[in-house]
């Protein structure tokens, strides 16, 4: 399937998974239709399993946008501590599309759990609560990170959401990495699982392989020990002064102390001209992508210029890294965008593409990772080997049935959907727009959610007469409600007033009282348990926004 095949899909709102091999511009699409979404006003959650591949897209991890972390189930009692999450209840109203990429390293039980937050959150118990889902990732790759006694990867396609959420397989077949006809055949030889006598053959040739006069490999490492001692061996023979870089950042602390962690330029990047370096940010304009190598030329307090592999010199200005949601920026990072080259991990070169390539893979320790290393070379004579083992060439037997299956289903939709009418296409487009809310090839005047929810307030309805109104929870008109109030004290809120009975107010107030005691604020989840679970969050916010409104006057 081409990508102007799949972007078509994709219009339509259906649930989606993205897959192909390596090199087939899996990102490159999702971006685009993530860019699509964004020009439509379409709300999308833009996320992926791992914070590198995150910052990719421009988003966070599912982890962190959800709100589930790194628990490996959700009670009853977790589910609701976080639908007492104010932020949470912002992001989910308004979320109509989630991304989800690299979802090859992320277990079945947390994509469960995506499905069971989305329920719980958007009120509707259909697969992730309604809103369109699209996976993105290669399962011939790196697989989840497994827990002690885990015999196997427990990947997302054994999900059972993943099989309620009926989701149309788009295999891309298209190759923009490798322009190597030999080099492919090894690759799809590993990756089909055959041929492995034949793909170690070829590769055998590469073991020790000089590199070509002029041209600068990466060294890849499967373990970051190893890489951090070549970069800082490699670093130190340079005689030359050394600059640092510090980043910057602002926004949401926790957001940046994501961003930091998740981001490949370094806090604190060390330069000396001759330095070894890789960009790992795209930037076709000032011709760089995540990947190109270069040498430091230049350095001084304000910047650096490389001259990458191919004999072009770029000037190097800082790049920023961001979370952006409905079109504001939460946190963003600045640094040059760049890091050490002399090594990186095999790890976390998923998704680059290099020139160059020295890799060890004789302490490959997961199936697919030599796939994934050997992957990120777009020809033969960029690679040179240093060892290999057989754990390097091998692939998931699992995987390679369940991909076989991918393809055929990937077949069917795109006979299936070529056989659909032009105009059917556009007006399923359209629907799926309208449907969302998206607003395609139309000038409109935005007013502010909070504003359309202050005018019903005036108008003194109640607050189910709101929800119904706005299409909304009772909740989120109640997160509306509270943020009104606290930037207006002189709105009225005496036509709710009777949604919370006398005798529930005075012991929820009292069991907020008690809390500020203890904590100094007015956090739901405290006083929730504080009370025994016997009042619902809706009853809670009711009861915080009167307490709030009498401490005004």
Not at 30 to 56: D, F, P, Q, R
Not at 331 to 346: F, G, M, N
Not at 438 to 455: C, H, L, M, Y
Not at 517 to 539: C, H, I, R
Request: aromatic residues 8%; proline residues 2%; charged residues 30%.
């Amino acid at each position: 399937m081409t990508q102007n095949e799949a972007l078509e899909i994709l219009k339509t709102g259906r649930n989606c998974y993205i897959t192909g091999p390596a090199g087939s511009g899996k990102t490159h699409l999702l971006n685009k239709y993530i860019e699509y979404l964004k020009k439509n006003e379409v709300s999308v959650g833009v996320t992926a399993s791992t914070g590198i591949a995150a910052t990719h897209l421009g988003g966070v991890t599912i982890h962190s946008w959800t709100g589930m972390g790194i628990r490996d189930f959700l009670s009853k009692e977790i589910l609701e501590d976080l639908e007492g999450k104010q932020y949470l209840w912002k992001r989910m109203e308004k979320a109509s599309v989630l991304v989800i990429d690299e979802i090859s390293m992320l277990h079945h039980f947390r994509l469960d759990m995506v499905d069971m937050i989305l329920r719980a959150f958007k009120r509707n118990d259909v697969p992730f609560g309604g809103i369109q889902v699209v996976l993105c990732g290669d399962f011939f790759q790196l697989p989840p990170i497994r827990g002690r006694g885990e015999e196997e990867p427990f990947f997302a396609y054994r999900a059972k959401s993943w099989q309620e959420g009926n989701f149309t397989t788009l295999y891309l077949g298209e190759q923009y990495r490798q322009d190597d006809d030999i080099f492919l055949k090894v690759l799809n030889a590993i990756r089909a699982g055959r041929g492995k006598t034949e793909a170690r053959k070829h590769l055998e040739e590469r073991l020790k392989a000089p590199r070509k006069e002029g041209v600068i490999q990466t060294m890849l490492y499967t373990h970051n020990v190893d890489v951090d001692r070549e970069n800082e061996k490699e670093l130190s023979k340079i005689g030359d002064r050394c600059f640092e870089y510090k980043m910057s950042a602002s926004g949401n602390p926790y957001l940046v102390a994501t961003l930091k962690k998740s981001c490949l330029a370094p806090e604190i990047l060390k330069l000396k001209v001759g330095a070894r370096v890789m960009f790992v940010k795209n930037n076709f304009d000032a011709g760089y992508v995540n990947g190109t190598l270069g040498t430091v030329t230049s350095a001084s307090a304000y910047g650096a210029t490389v001259e990458t592999a191919l004999g072009h010199r770029i000037s190097v200005e800082k790049a920023s890294w961001m979370v952006e949601e409905d079109g504001r920026i939460k946190a963003e990072v600045e640094q040059l965008p760049l890091r050490l080259a002399w090594a990186i991990t095999v790890h976390k070169s998923q998704g680059m593409t290099m020139d160059a390539v020295k890799t060890d893979l004789s302490k490959s320790f997961e199936k697919g990772m030599g796939y994934v290393a050997l992957s990120r070379v777009r020809s033969f004579l960029g690679l040179t080997l240093l060892g290999l083992n057989e754990v390097a060439l091998e692939i998931n037997e699992e995987v390679l049935a369940v991909d076989g299956e991918f393809f055929k289903s990937s077949a069917r939709a795109a006979y299936e959907f070529g056989e659909i009418g032009e105009k059917e296409k556009i007006l399923a487009q359209r629907e799926f727009l309208g449907k969302v809310g998206g607003r395609a090839n139309k000038k409109t005047i935005k007013v502010s959610t909070f504003d359309e929810t202050k005018k019903l307030l005036l108008e003194k309805m109640s607050l189910g007469e709101m929800a119904e109104r706005r299409g909304f929870t009772k909740e989120t008109i109640i997160s509306h409600i509270e943020k009104i109030s606290s930037e207006d004290f002189s709105v009225d809120v005496s036509c709710i007033r009777n949604e919370l009975p006398k005798e529930k107010l005075l012991k929820i107030t009292s069991a907020f009282e008690r809390s500020f005691e203890k904590t100094g604020g007015y956090n739901l989840a405290p006083v929730k348990a504080m009370l025994g679970g016997k009042f619902s969050y809706l009853d809670i916010r009711l009861a915080r926004l009167f307490l709030k409104k009498a401490q005004t006057f």
